[in-house]
């Protein structure tokens, strides 16, 4: 092709040369005024492969930003060549911990534009996993926070609990962190025998996890000075810039698309309170991560109770074409708020899809944020934020 | 003050000619400061660690993974060392050398039993003092001379946190010489096991008891010291991958890994002395009342029971380290001028007054 | 909303979810009368569609055959459309939890579009994104530099014109062994 055998011209040696020359001017080690440090790629405090670039003034940051795309994978490109049950796959690994939770906005696109609803058993059956996928993401985080503060213990009591809602999403889905288990008109498969009732004991262990972790971690003094009142957001800068989930939460907006965007989910089957924060700081959003954990396990202890019988998947066509349309669908999902704009033209796969990923926007306001704190706070900060990489790379 | 022959006389009931004696305390020396490292690094850091946190530990080396250590060693030993290409060499290279020195020479002083002592000063616990500072020096020139943004930030961090905590340590241990009226820590243990708590010598009189404000500002001073959480910033793993140590590979990060718990095992050394009643067990229980009354098998027993209480204060430094998140370099700070060191000084005018009045 | 946006709508939509289009010259003007007159603070996110069907079909093309004629025409989608490219944002209202989608026109031959930093500061960012991945310019943007791709990356990826790359260099192995399914189509698909 065209493209991979053309010859280098001028102009590309030029941008070629012109960005060493960047790279150079942030990385020189003389400098005046301030110091400029390069946290990442590799580093122990981000997830993943994200590169923030600080200039610091003695310990107190004047600028930071992040530099993003050392995953990229081009999903969106990716999408366009597969047919809709494939796309499934892609989708799975955007937010890597929180695994159920990605393939569901994109199945309930593709529903929409087909005017298929799955079964009520199905639809119960979905709500059930993306809460336990939500807990398992959510509960790395909260042993993560520890490690980031500085506390090491912590997260092996998350890991350790973790594994047992992982080996439950195993169970029903075969897979523990990319289960593709959503298809278009309902489930792959049921539910295997006495997964109910190992939800349940689960459940009860993990709420215990939520005390061990508010005793361990958010009760210490430390944690608390370390986290009130940094990294403050206050309302509007949040609207603006689109955060979404926990975060926009702890600034004081209460929305909640479980509640407020109603999707042939089961989420209005069971009674949960959405949380919200006064203040915008770290604090206020690891306290409310925390709260929404034990929110969803009592969502799982009440809709594990009421499954109703039903057949597991609508009838659909063995060969999905799904007919010409425009159709968006977010949900709340564990990082924040997850939507696909799924464009179609009545052919096997999609003609575009925009994949809408909360940790983009929850990290474009870096920038902002970061401006005046200390080194230190910048983890901090970062942390509460809760970013994954492949949901900001996509 | 015993001379050495007589020392080596009654201890050994032998004759040994200078050099031996010599020889006999530079090993003594190093077992005594390497026994300690290796005995927290594995009942602490391996296992004692692992259990708090839900898992098993090292279980492959040895029986219980207690040949971990020699494991360990032998993987840093045959690492290759690197040497970044902008580092300043001499001092890169003498950095982990000055503190591992400076332990040494602190575990010096430190009396292991009536006649088990290396040297025994007059002002044991001034030169213990400003010698353990010295670990400063190296910390900073391990900083600087890696030639590393993030060793820089955490040598820097290192140099305001270890000088601010010198203070209260200081102070805290002022009180300790104003109840023992002695700077000297041979004197400093006997006047603890030959004292007596309103009378009842029972227990003797370990410092502890009367001085616990002390022990506790010693003991937070102490975890700072040694940069161990809650104030570890200066190694922030999180932030600084490994601060100051962050560049240093193979034998001279071993130097380093080495002299972090040989000084905590020096410092808990030194707390049990200063505290705890050093290697004594109260002398009334056996009806001594002077140092050269006491038997002669204390000099093999004494060194046990020092171990067991510098486990002891080794198990809260370790405990308190895998517990607590890590402070702010600016939280850290003004929790030692304005929280310490105020504490400490009332803790000195309180000792003056009760020593005085009682 | 009609009555705030005036005449800078073209056209609108509505099943499930509300489409607008507005006029390309009113695309910054539009979103600030949606921001602070209808109340619509939160800015969910801005890209772009490349509605022209993709030459190289979906790559599963053998390399053996002469390629298939394929239909290239432009036919957008809801809320109608005449150029090639739209650039579409999603804002929402907090309060009542009302969302839309604005759709816009880019011009076929200079692709640039006014940029709504200063309307909505979350889209900076989605801006470089749609920037390097469509090729669409933004006036007054203040950095628009490349966010995923490397610096010296030629080309606009999301473009239909732009091949996925990894489909040229080894033909689709799905090429082999395609017996057409009672069904009708071709290639060996999954549930």
Same mark, same amino acid.
Request: a negative charge; proline letters at 6%; aromatic letters at 12%.
């Given at each position: ?394 | ?83 970044? &290409?902008?580092?300043? #060499?001499? =001092? *890169? ?6 503190? $591992?020195?400076?332990?040494?020479? @602190?575990? +010096? ?9 290396? &040297?025994?000063?007059? #002002?044991? =616990? *001034? ?6 500072? $010295?670990?400063?020096?190296?910390? @900073?020139? +391990? ?216 | ?191």
């Amino acid at each position: 092709m065209s493209i991979t055998d053309r010859v280098l011209g001028d102009r590309q040696r030029l941008a070629y040369i012109a960005s060493q020359a960047a790279d150079a001017r942030l990385n020189v080690e003389l400098e005046t005024e301030g110091m400029t440090l390069n946290i990442g790629p590799q580093h122990p405090a981000t997830h993943g492969t994200l590169r923030i670039i600080a200039r610091l003034d003695g310990e107190q940051v004047v600028w930071a930003e992040p530099s993003c795309g050392y995953m990229h994978r081009g999903y969106e490109k990716l999408a366009e060549v597969r047919t809709y049950p494939q796309v499934t796959t892609l989708v799975n690994r955007i937010d890597w911990l929180g695994s159920f939770a990605n393939e569901v906005p994109f199945i309930l696109a593709a529903e929409k534009l087909m005017d298929v609803e799955a079964p009520a058993r199905a639809q119960h059956i979905r709500t059930i996993l993306f809460e336990l996928s939500r807990i398992a993401n959510v509960s790395l985080f909260l042993g993560d926070l520890g490690v980031q503060m500085g506390a090491i213990t912590p997260v092996f009591f998350a890991f350790r609990d973790r594994e047992y809602v992982l080996n439950l999403i195993e169970g029903a889905t075969g897979g523990r962190f990319h289960p593709n288990f959503d298809r278009i008109g309902g489930l792959k498969d049921d539910l295997p025998k006495g997964w109910i009732a190992e939800t349940k004991a689960v459940m009860k262990k993990l709420r215990t996890f939520c005390d061990q972790i508010e005793d361990l971690l958010f009760g210490n003094e430390i944690f608390q000075s370390r986290t009130r009142g940094i990294g403050v957001i206050p309302r509007d800068v949040a609207l603006q810039y689109g955060l979404s989930g926990a975060n926009l939460r702890a600034s004081g907006v209460d929305w909640d698309l479980r509640r407020d965007h109603p999707l042939p989910m089961a989420w209005n089957k069971a009674d949960w309170k959405v949380w919200t924060h006064p203040d915008g700081d770290s604090f206020a959003r690891c306290w409310i991560r925390l709260q929404e954990t034990r929110e969803a396990t009592k969502i799982v202890d009440q809709l594990i109770d009421t499954i109703p019988s039903g057949p597991i998947m609508a009838k659909v066509p063995k060969i999905i074409k799904v007919p010409e349309g425009e159709a968006w669908v977010s949900t709340e999902n564990p990082l924040g708020e997850m939507g696909y704009y799924v464009v179609s033209r009545g052919e096997l796969g999609p003609f575009r899809v925009k994949i809408r990923s909360a940790s983009f926007n929850n990290i474009s306001i870096a920038p902002w944020v970061l401006r005046g704190v200390y080194v230190p706070d910048i983890v901090t900060v970062l942390a509460s934020l809760y970013f994954i990489l492949g949901d900001i790379d996509r | 003050m015993i001379s050495a022959v007589q020392l080596s006389a009654e201890v050994l009931a032998v004759e040994v000619p200078y050099w031996g004696q010599s020889l006999l305390r530079v090993l003594g020396g190093i077992v005594a400061v390497l026994l300690p490292a290796g005995t927290i690094v594995y009942v602490f850091l391996f296992k004692m660690m692992s259990f708090m946190q839900s898992r098993l530990g090292p279980m492959e080396a040895g029986p219980y993974g207690s040949l971990q250590l020699v494991a360990e060693v032998g993987k840093w030993l045959q690492k290759e060392d690197i040497l970044p &290409t902008r580092a300043d #060499a001499r =001092v *890169f290279k003498m950095a982990p050398i000055v503190v $591992l020195v400076s332990t040494f020479l @602190l575990v +010096a002083v430190v009396p292991f039993g009536p006649d088990a002592w290396f &040297t025994n000063f007059e #002002a044991g =616990v *001034f030169y213990a003092l400003a010698v353990s500072s $010295l670990s400063v020096l190296g910390i @900073l020139m +391990a900083g600087w001379a890696s030639a590393n943004k993030y060793s820089l930030l955490g040598g820097l961090r290192a140099a305001g946190q270890l000088i601010a905590y010198e203070l209260p340590m200081v102070l805290a241990v002022i009180g300790v010489i104003i109840q023992a009226e002695t700077m000297n820590l041979q004197q400093i243990v006997l006047a603890q096991n030959t004292g007596s708590i309103f009378g009842f010598d029972g227990l003797g009189n370990p410092y502890v008891l009367t001085q616990f404000v002390g022990f506790i500002i010693f003991m937070i001073a102490v975890q700072a010291e040694l940069t161990q959480a809650p104030f570890d910033m200066p190694i922030a793993e999180s932030e600084l991958v490994s601060g100051y140590m962050t560049e240093y590979s193979g034998f001279r990060f071993l130097i380093f890994f080495i002299g972090e718990f040989a000084t905590a095992g020096v410092f808990a050394l030194i707390a049990s002395v200063l505290f705890l009643g050093g290697w004594g067990i109260p002398f009334a229980w056996f009806g001594w009342t002077d140092i050269d009354v006491v038997a002669n098998w204390m000099n093999l027993v004494g060194p046990v029971i020092m171990i067991t209480k510098m486990m002891l204060v080794a198990f809260i430094i370790m405990w308190v380290r895998f517990s607590y998140p890590r402070f702010r370099e600016d939280q850290l700070q003004r929790f030692a001028w304005k929280v310490l060191i105020p504490l400490s000084l009332a803790n000195i005018a309180a000792t003056s007054i009760f020593k005085v009045v009682m | 909303m009609k009555a705030a946006l005036g005449d800078r709508v073209v056209d609108s939509f509505h099943k499930d979810d509300l489409w607008l289009r507005v006029r390309t010259d009113a695309w910054k003007s539009s979103m600030r009368t949606l921001r602070d007159t209808l109340g619509f603070h939160y800015f969910s996110f801005l890209s772009a569609i490349d509605w022209m069907p993709s030459p190289y079909g979906r790559g599963e093309d053998d390399p053996t055959e002469p390629p298939p004629v394929r239909d290239t025409t432009i036919r957008p989608g809801y809320a109608g459309g005449d150029t090639r490219m739209q650039v579409f944002a999603r804002v929402g209202n907090p309060v009542s939890h009302v969302s839309v989608i604005v759709k816009v026109d880019v011009p076929d031959a200079q692709p640039t579009l006014d940029s709504i930093h200063d309307v909505y500061a979350g889209a900076n960012w989605h801006e470089r994104e749609t920037h390097e991945m469509f090729g669409i310019n933004f006036a007054g943007h203040p950095d628009l530099r490349n966010m995923y791709l490397p610096v010296d990356f030629e080309g606009h990826p999301l473009r239909k014109d732009y091949p996925l790359l990894a489909r040229m260099i080894k033909p689709w192995p799905g090429i082999v062994d395609v017996e057409p399914l009672p069904g009708g189509s071709e290639g060996g698909d999954d549930e």
